[in-house]
């Protein structure tokens, strides 16, 4: 079964950090474009980040300065290192697997950051 489940969400104070993890099963990611998203409820999905399947990354701006993203091709994994985060982090975090015609997405990890 193919599957993107993501993990490491959780309550963390501002200014602290998470590390959000996607593990894909049933399929290598290696090939993939792999993307980070996050959603507020009522509002639009919105891209975090890129990754190739060369290891270029892009990452929006609104973040650039905190977040960094990575992936680890032998433990078919994503991550997203999140620091200095704050309250408007505050979302459901989601992983995205894309190549060709084929696309992948996790359930998703809450993040909340409140004091």
């Known amino acids: 079964q193919v599957q993107l489940v993501e993990s490491g969400g959780g309550l963390v104070q501002p200014g602290g950090s998470l590390r959000l993890s996607c593990v894909g099963s049933g399929f290598s990611l290696g090939p993939y474009l792999m993307r980070w998203y996050r959603q507020v409820p009522g509002r639009e999905r919105e891209w975090v980040s890129f990754i190739t399947a060369s290891g270029t990354t892009e990452t929006a701006t609104s973040v650039r300065d905190r977040f960094a993203i990575s992936r680890d091709n032998a433990k078919n994994t994503l991550y997203l290192q999140m620091n200095s985060l704050k309250p408007e982090d505050t979302a459901i975090y989601y992983c995205?697997?894309?190549?060709?015609?084929?696309?992948?997405w996790g359930q998703g990890t809450q993040v909340t950051v409140s004091s």
């Open positions: 995205n697997a894309r190549f060709r015609e084929t696309e992948y």
